[in-house]
């Protein structure tokens, strides 16, 4: 039991043109680059007859798409923000997957008499999570202001027309937005510290049988927590490019 360490940060590596640089920022850039590698293989194996491998991917590239767009209601708005659906979507689910590699506290470094694993989960990083709820939430406003326009979609959170009921109708929305950021970022980093730290723990009591189907069950976690995460984010960008309340 002395081994078992839980950090609930991550872990300077060195420095970076004057910055930080963390093992979980590493482990992103690893997994990104796998992402860019992998797509640049299937880009390159393309055919006009699709073996298996290319079928898979495209009845997945459909089937998205085609919610996007029911969602949405709009092809045209369904090629906008199916790059951004996707990519949030895959990029979480193979960082999520990504942490049963055995690399994961194999591999470190050594500063002094301390070792630094080299890897660690991506989205057990809270920094990391909040990131990505802020992209997320960039494009949720922006994406209602353009649509919208700026009075318009402003006229959601300040409404002076409707009286004092409508005024407190709209700072609950304000306050209702900014919340998203926290349920954003918290909900991910929870589920993926937590499934974390239940396989360490798990692993230093029960180290034979149990951790194998608890491996599964957070298999099965990850991908509900990305799919949470895209889900998310396309309802309430559909929520922001709806006409205000009242509006004709």
Known sequence: MENLSISLSSEKLGNLFGLPFTNTLFTAWVVISLLLIVGFVVRKK????????QSAIEMFVEYLFGFIEETLGSRELARRYFPLIATIFIFIL?????????????????????????????NADLNFTLALAIISFLVIEISGI??????????????????????????L????????????????????????????????????????????????????QAAIFAVLTLAFIKISLMEPHGAH
């Open 94 to 122: 193979t960082a999520n997957l990504f942490d049963f590699l055995p690399i994961f506290g194999a591999i470190g470094v050594y500063k002094g008499e301390k070792f630094v694993p080299l890897f660690r989960p991506v």
């Open 46 to 53: 393309i055919s006009l007859v699709p073996g298996k491998l």
């Open 173 to 224: 929305e304000i306050v209702s937005n900014l919340a998203r950021l926290v349920s954003f970022s918290f909900r991910l980093f929870g589920a993926i510290f937590a499934g974390e730290v239940l396989l360490m723990v798990i692993g230093a009591f029960v180290p034979i049988f149990l951790p194998v189907p608890m491996m599964a069950f957070e298999v099965f976690i990850g991908i509900i």
């Open 146 to 171: 353009v649509v919208l326009g700026f009075l318009k979609y402003g006229s959601k959170f300040v409404n002076f027309r409707e009286g004092a009921m409508g005024f407190v109708v709209g700072i």
